[in-house]
T-cell receptor, first 115, second 113 residues
Framework: GAGVSQSPSNKVTEKGKDVELRCDPI?????LYWYRQSLGQGLEFLIY????????KSGLPSDRFSAERTGGSVSTLTIQRTQQEDSAVYLC?????????????FGPGTRLTVL | GENVEQHPSTLSVQEGDSAVIKCTYS??????FPWYKQELGKRPQLIID?????GEKKDQRIAVTLNKTAKHFSLHITETQPEDSAVYFC????????????FGKGTLLTVNP
């Protein structure tokens, strides 16, 4: 079946511009996660959605970052007034439910470059 | 919050040798420990995981061991092959929010033919 998909695969933007990154989770997966992967670093948790529950936004690095998930499926991560330190690969993952021990399946990521 | 340390950052072995990657974690309430493999330019993929009620788990050439007392877990790859070359990440669930994974910084494994 189709895995997690993300778009665009690459995004180059100028400092100060806003960007939107999209994630399509695996059909039927109720849990969705966003991570950021900087060069040579591990994956940094950003935000978590589970069904209709309030999202866990504890990993968002600043108020320039926001995310929403419409209809319990597609999610959009928005970065406003981008800065050069925002350059990274943004990964989305989904799982059947948000419990420890549930496999998270990752998308291919969006490589964001802020000039 | 949870802190995960991973060592070594790079590891080079000859084909057929074994490779061991070690991780330590700080949150004693963590109960789920997955390992992901990420090939260059590809997405991370789960290769094995272990839960806190198990000390060791094996899947063909890959094994993971967990020592809850010492708060460390390790990935063991035997009979390494060139296709094992990749970045490997360990992760630990955060005890208070079981869905949240904290990742190590990764180990670049190179298997030389």
């Amino acid at each position: 079946g189709a895995g997690v998909s993300q778009s665009p695969s690459n995004k180059v933007t100028e400092k100060g511009k806003d960007v939107e990154l999209r994630c399509d989770p695996i059909s039927g997966h109720t849990a969705l996660y966003w991570y950021r992967q900087s060069l040579g670093q591990g994956l940094e948790f950003l935000i978590y959605f589970q069904g209709n529950s309030a999202p866990d936004k504890s990993g968002l690095p600043s108020d320039r970052f926001s995310a929403e998930r419409t209809g319990g499926s597609v999610s959009t991560l928005t970065i406003q007034r981008t800065q050069q330190e925002d350059s990274a690969v943004y990964l989305c993952a989904s799982s059947t439910e948000g419990l420890a021990g549930t496999t998270q399946y990752f998308g291919p990521g969006t490589r964001l470059t802020v000039l | 919050g949870e802190n995960v340390e991973q060592h070594p950052s790079t590891l080079s072995v000859q084909e057929g040798d074994s490779a061991v990657i070690k991780c330590t974690y700080s949150d004693s309430a963590s109960n789920y420990f997955p390992w992901y493999k990420q090939e260059l330019g590809k997405r991370p993929q789960l290769i094995i995981d272990i839960r806190s009620n198990v000390g060791e788990k094996k899947d063909q050439r890959i094994a993971v061991t967990l020592n809850k007392t010492a708060k460390h877990f390790s990935l063991h790859i035997t009979e390494t092959q060139p296709e094992d070359s990749a970045v490997y990440f360990c992760a630990a669930s955060s005890g208070g929010s079981n869905y949240k994974l904290t990742f190590g910084k990764g180990t670049l494994l190179t298997v030389n033919p």
